[in-house]
């Protein structure tokens, strides 16, 4: 499969998920306890970069380029009539507090299981991520308040401690794509297997730390306010071959 046959048949998958995803109602399981139990306290970030850095080669849910994975780039799935974009939000903001969210027993696609985070039979579990909105473009923007968006535990990492290193990101951009579940508390998820998370420095410059070929896939976006111009620049459409 060609590169660009490659972005037609993700996009094509983006596009179909999205019509039949159903949109969760909360932790409705035993697994759920009241948020400030779940909370953890903030450690340093750069475990849970670097776990994600090393997770699942970074395949899927992104465009070649940061700047092509932007909400207001789409992608008309040749003559299918379909439409679809890599990313429905960028947000830019400060991480307020990450809380365990649920682990679940995979038996088979449809056959699970919804357990604690801390039990230890779970084979996959997430954290929750809360941030500010502080700017954003596409679906989410300053005036929707706080966001929360999920992210899977890298199996190799520590659960509790990437918990707690997820929770001392302080201020990123993270361009985010709905992927409802029936137990999920929030249907948003980063790019590339949560992979897609910048990271602010205090001078406004921007790094992907969680992608190990982060430098390369920026491209010319070094700033928080490059990316927040590109992504405020007008819709662009393109055309890609259905295979």
């Keep these: 499969m060609d590169a660009r046959a490659g972005v037609a048949a993700l996009l094509v998958g983006v596009a179909l998920f999205t019509g039949c995803s159903s949109h969760p109602s909360g932790y409705t399981t035993d697994a759920a306890t009241d948020d400030a139990a779940r909370a953890v306290a903030a450690g340093d970030p750069a475990y849970a970069l670097d776990q994600l850095r090393h997770n699942y080669g970074e395949v899927g849910g992104a465009a070649t380029t940061l700047e092509d994975s932007l909400p207001n ?13 890599y990313s429905d939000a960028l947000v830019l903001g400060t991480v307020t507090g990450v809380t365990k969210g649920i682990g679940v027993i995979w038996r088979d696609d449809d056959d699970y299981t919804v357990v604690a985070f801390d039990d230890t039979s779970a084979d996959t ?4 991520v809360t941030m500010t909105v502080d700017d954003g473009t596409g679906a ?3 005036g929707d308040g706080p966001v929360s968006f999920r992210v899977l535990v890298p199996p190799l990492g520590d659960p509790d401690r990437f918990a707690e290193s997820m929770a001392g990101l302080g201020r990123i951009a993270v ?12 249907p948003w998820r980063p790019l590339m297997n949560d992979n897609l998370i910048g990271v602010i420095a205090d001078d406004g410059s921007l790094t992907l730390p969680g992608l190990a070929r982060g430098v390369a896939f920026a491209g010319d976006l070094h700033t928080a306010a490059q990316l927040l111009a590109a992504a405020r620049t007008p819709d662009t459409t393109t055309t ?4």
């Design 140 to 142: 989410i923007t300053p």
């Design 240 to 243: 890609v071959a259905v295979p």
């Design 175 to 186: 361009l985010l794509h709905r992927d409802a579940t029936d137990f999920d508390s929030t």
């Design 125 to 128: 579990r997430t954290v929750v």
């Design 73 to 85: 780039h789409h992608y008309a799935l040749g003559d299918t009539g379909r439409v679809a974009s």
